[in-house]
């Protein structure tokens, strides 16, 4: 992972007050070769694709690939990918859009990790 702390071309000479700020929330996943230049935000929880590119900021919870990077979709709190109507599949936690992006919703969906077959009881 590379993080570009200058807007401009590399020198050898110490430019500390040249530096620009790169915020990295809390959750945020950042996969292997990833690129993140200066200037953006990475939102909470969000995950940044192996390999990726980051130009922007990218909202909370979301699933970003590409070079450049660009938003495929939402991930939840656990690590999985959201469905279409932001719910997640593994830990029925469900969500709601914002500005900023997604907002974890007090609705739950049922029991989480129901057994597909039953064992006899």
């Keep these: 992972m590379a993080f570009f ?26 996969g292997a070769n990833a690129t993140v230049v200066c200037c953006n935000t990475l939102g909470r929880y ?18 970003v690939v590409g070079n450049p990077g660009h938003q495929i979709g939402w991930m939840c709190e656990c ?10 599949l593994t830990c029925a936690k469900s969500y709601e859009k914002t500005e900023i992006g997604l907002h974890r ?14 064992r006899g009881e």
Excluded: H, W
């Design 5 to 30: 702390a200058r807007t401009f071309r590399f020198d050898y000479r110490r430019k500390m007050d040249q530096l620009r700020p790169t915020l990295v929330k809390g959750g945020a996943g950042i």
């Design 46 to 63: 969000c995950f940044i694709g192996a390999g990726t590119v980051v130009t922007k900021n990218v909202p909370d919870y979301a699933l």
């Design 79 to 88: 690590g999985e990918r959201l469905t279409d109507d932001l719910n997640c």
């Design 105 to 118: 919703s007090e609705k739950t969906r049922g029991k989480i990790n129901q057994p597909l077959l039953s």
